[in-house]
């Protein structure tokens, strides 16, 4: 239980995959003007990232593993995130009749990314590596949902804020962003066993 | 599209490799093969980097000053310039207008024929066109084609140009971009002519005591690359002039005395 509880924390403060890993900086800097889709679109990927880690975990166990296919394992996993971002998708428009215009778009690449920062658990062998695995994506996707909600609420400060011409949009958001990584660089000291 | 992002990759890198490690295109050979180590460069001593620059942080910074560097070379070469918004008072409140009087394709006709900076909308230099724009926008037309700030007719005090809603922002404004050069004399300058004198002697002398001692001397990079190499010495050597090297007096010999000296 502890080793499951640092290895949460590990992944979503200390390894965080955005301001530590430079991971899914597309959707970070391109759907953090407002909250309300910036948390849409944390949610989203909570929900991708957890239920293609555990079918990943699957395919790998019972497909790649079994038969030897290891050097297709990128391109399956690929294929999985796509279809669970479908599934999301589908969903949500079906549950709630109307689109959300940026968190129902779940960019498969920004999703890819995210899942290279949790390869290592996942690839674990054995069937008790499946709550790992699950739980490592999960907290991922956790950390990426915090800094995205975080940033987004600087964001929106910072549309009122009176700046330099040349610095207004994404290049005070860059500078924010690296005070905000500078922050995130004081859980480097949390050790995570 | 591609070349771009690779050029913008590669700026990204340079700034931070430079800034943080002080090389450019270290290990290069370990991906290009060995005939490309000869654009392996060590640029700054080791250990004197940044290492912010290399961490995450630098990344999202870097990346965020490239791009205002970006915007204001796209200004440049459209033949703007960064001025204050029409009527405003905050002098943080910028916005771009054509540079009439530099760039041929936004200079209206007769807007400056007159070369003595004195040519306001309205007057009789000035074509009905030009006389029709506001009058807030109309004082930086009073720059001459060199893009200087003209002298009052008494010569005393420059004019307060009309685009500004008053003097305090006006002077707000002058005061920021002096400060802006008076930081770039004393902290840039400087810093090149250490560098460079820092790396000059690098090739000839490799001690780190004589690259010390030539970036201490910044501001007179030549002269320190002199007293780095040894040059003043031995040219006083051979021609009998060297002073006697003063040295500590020793506890049997008080200070000032004749003995006390070489």
Redesign the interface.
Known sequence: MKEFALMMIGAALVNNVILARFLGLCSFMGVTTRIDTAAGMGLATTFVITVSSMADWAVQHYLLDAYGLGFLRTVTFILVIASAGAIHRADHQESFAQPVPDAGHLPAADHHQLRRARRRPAAGRGPHELPRATLFGFASSVGYSLVMVIFAGLRERLALAQVPRLFAGPPIGFIVASLLAMAFMGFSGISTG | MGLGFTIALTAIGAVREISGNGTLFADASLLLGPPSRSIELRLLPADTGVL?MI???????V???L??VK??LDLRIAGKE?QMAPGST?P?????MPRPCRDRRHRPRGACRRRDGLARAGTDHEPAAAARRPRVAAGYRDRDRHGRQPQSPDGASPRQPAAFASANAWWSVSIDRALIKASLTAYALPLATALTAGGSPKGRTPATSSTMAAMAGGPWPSASWLRASGAPAGLARRTGTALPAPRRAGPSKPCGTKESVA
């Open positions: 912010m961490l995450p942080p630098g990344g999202f910074l990346t965020g000053l791009v205002v915007r204001l960064i905050r943080d409140r910028l916005t771009t």
